[in-house]
């Protein structure tokens, strides 16, 4: 009896970029309708908004939420709000649980709760 040995080809790491490449028109959208959301006549309310989003991240739920509808043949754009709020969900989860855990780094940046307060965040 004889054994021979295969090997394996290395696997490749995964990768977001074909899942940004199916979305990255919808992503323009989205982020446009985030920046437009962001704005308001109480000033710490943009500033803030803009030290949350600008955090970074990968946007992976919005992209996901697009990749759904196209996915569906859905042919309209509120999918594009639906993704926004769907970011906004996520951040503001963030936001709360970095509040109750009283972290004061998130993504290698100083947490809004650190930056702003607790009573603004």
């Known amino acids: 009896m004889t054994a021979t040995i295969h090997t394996l080809p290395r696997k490749a790491e995964p990768s977001l970029s074909p899942m940004m490449a199916l979305v990255a028109e919808g992503m323009n959208s989205v982020n446009a309708v985030i920046l437009d959301r962001m704005q308001s006549r109480i000033p710490l309310i943009p500033t803030l908004a ?6 970074g991240g990968k946007r992976m739920r919005p992209m996901l939420t697009l990749a759904s509808a196209s996915l569906l ?3 309209g754009s509120r999918h594009y709000k639906l993704a926004a709020a769907v970011e906004f969900i996520h951040t503001a989860t963030l936001l709360h649980d970095d509040v ?7 993504r290698g940046k100083k947490t809004a709760n650190i930056v702003y307060g607790n009573p603004a965040t």
Request: proline letters at 0%; glycine letters at 32%.
């Open 50 to 55: 803009g030290h949350l989003i600008a955090g």
């Open 73 to 75: 043949g859905y042919g």
């Open 100 to 106: 109750v855990d009283g972290s004061d780094m998130r």
